[in-house]
């Protein structure tokens, strides 16, 4: 089993809508989460980390369950730039090495 | 500053050679790290290093070298290619206790025929 598990996608989205989507991680341990973002064929760069209490970056949301072991992305008013695959990423370690998800792939659509 | 930079960007070899991908940073960060990113995998992390002359093995680590002589470089040699490698490759750097975040290099694509 992976230890971060993402839904692929893709989700297609119009333009101005709302898209969620969730991570699950098998390591009740994790201590710490973040989503990356990563465009087609270019690195990973960080979004945002993901806090107990949840927290908001404009027009990322995220979210922790610690209980279901899930983290959450919410995006609203989608633009055309959000496009691009969303991975969840889990610290379980002292020194911090990350465990990345496969990646949400989330397009959207005029 | 140039960030994490790579080379090559892209590479082809045949089953057996050998090759090394680059890997520099100019951010003075302590922490470096390499992995690869396949189809429907994520980001497995093959080895990484927290500071010159210190460097310790990722998930899956088998089929590569690495080293730290200084702060700014951290080279991956292959040491006889085989086709399970082709892959994309990244180089990530991260300064002492911001390990969330890692900042990536641009990736080599490497194809083993």
């Known amino acids: 089993r992976k230890e971060v598990e993402q839904d692929p996608g893709p989700f297609n989205v119009p333009e101005g809508a709302t898209v969620a989507f969730n991570c699950t991680y098998s390591n009740s341990a994790s201590q710490s989460f973040f989503w990356y973002r990563q465009d087609c064929r270019k690195e990973p760069k960080l979004l945002m980390s993901?806090?107990?209490s949840g927290n908001e970056d404009g027009r990322f949301t995220a979210q922790l369950n610690r209980a279901s072991q899930y983290i959450s992305l919410l995006i609203r008013d989608s633009k055309l730039s959000d496009s691009a695959t969303y991975l969840c990423v889990v610290n379980s370690d002292s020194w911090g090495k990350l465990q990345f998800g496969a990646g949400t792939q989330v397009v959207v659509t005029p | 500053n140039a960030g994490v930079t790579q080379t090559p960007k892209f590479q082809v070899l045949k089953t057996g050679q050998s090759m090394t991908l680059q890997c520099a940073q100019d951010?003075?960060?302590?922490?470096m790290s390499w992995y690869r990113q396949d189809p429907g995998m994520g980001l497995r992390l093959i080895h990484y290093?927290?500071?010159?002359?210190?460097?310790d093995q990722g998930e899956v680590p088998n089929g590569y070298n690495v080293s730290r002589s200084t702060t700014e470089d951290f080279p991956l040699r292959l040491l006889s290619a085989a086709p399970s490698q082709t892959s994309v490759y990244f180089c990530?750097?991260?300064?002492?206790?911001?390990?969330?975040?890692?900042?990536f290099g641009p990736g080599t694509r490497l194809l083993v025929l």
């Open positions: 993901v806090y107990s």
């Open positions: 290093s927290v500071g010159a002359g210190i460097t």
């Open positions: 951010m003075n960060h302590e922490y």
């Open positions: 990530a750097s991260s300064a002492q206790g911001r390990v969330e975040t890692q900042y």
